[in-house]
């Protein structure tokens, strides 16, 4: 019997396989820009939706930072519709991290995940 994932879990089919593999996606010209925030998004392959987090040392120099914005970002994945959506995301900042400004990163990129998941605009 095949199990499936829990309706707010985080599993292996929403993670990327290796290390720097969502190259493809920062190299796609489809990207939601916030202002702290970008998330850059491709059509995945699977009905499942894929989350990665590029973080540099030069924009979050901090470690505890870097974590911290990771776990946050997952959270707001892995609660939201966008996860069913089937696209592969990739979410980078737009300029250097500073500590007092994590609660406006971490609504940013739910927000960013709100506008993904709602109606394709006519382009």
């Known amino acids: 019997m ?8 985080y ?3 929403h993670r990327y396989d ?5 190259g493809v996606v920062l190299r796609s010209p489809r990207k939601v820009k916030g ?6 998004v491709i059509a995945g392959r699977s ?5 990665g987090l590029a973080l540099t040392r030069r924009l979050v120099p901090r470690a ?9 970002a997952r959270e707001a994945f892995r609660r939201h519709a966008l996860k ?6 990739v979410v980078t900042l737009r300029e250097a991290f ?4 994590a609660l406006a990163v971490k609504d940013e990129i739910r927000a960013l995940f709100e506008q993904l998941a709602g109606p394709p605009r006519a382009e």
Request: charged fraction near 35%.
């Open 47 to 51: 009905p499942d939706s894929r989350l």
């Open 18 to 22: 290796a290390h720097g593999s969502f």
């Open 35 to 40: 202002r702290l925030a970008v998330i850059h």
């Open 11 to 13: 599993s292996r089919r």
């Open 84 to 89: 069913l959506a089937g696209l592969d995301c």
């Open 64 to 72: 505890v930072d870097r974590n911290r914005i990771k776990r946050m």
């Open 98 to 101: 500073e500590a007092s400004h």
């Open 2 to 9: 095949a199990r499936s994932a829990r309706k707010e879990g």
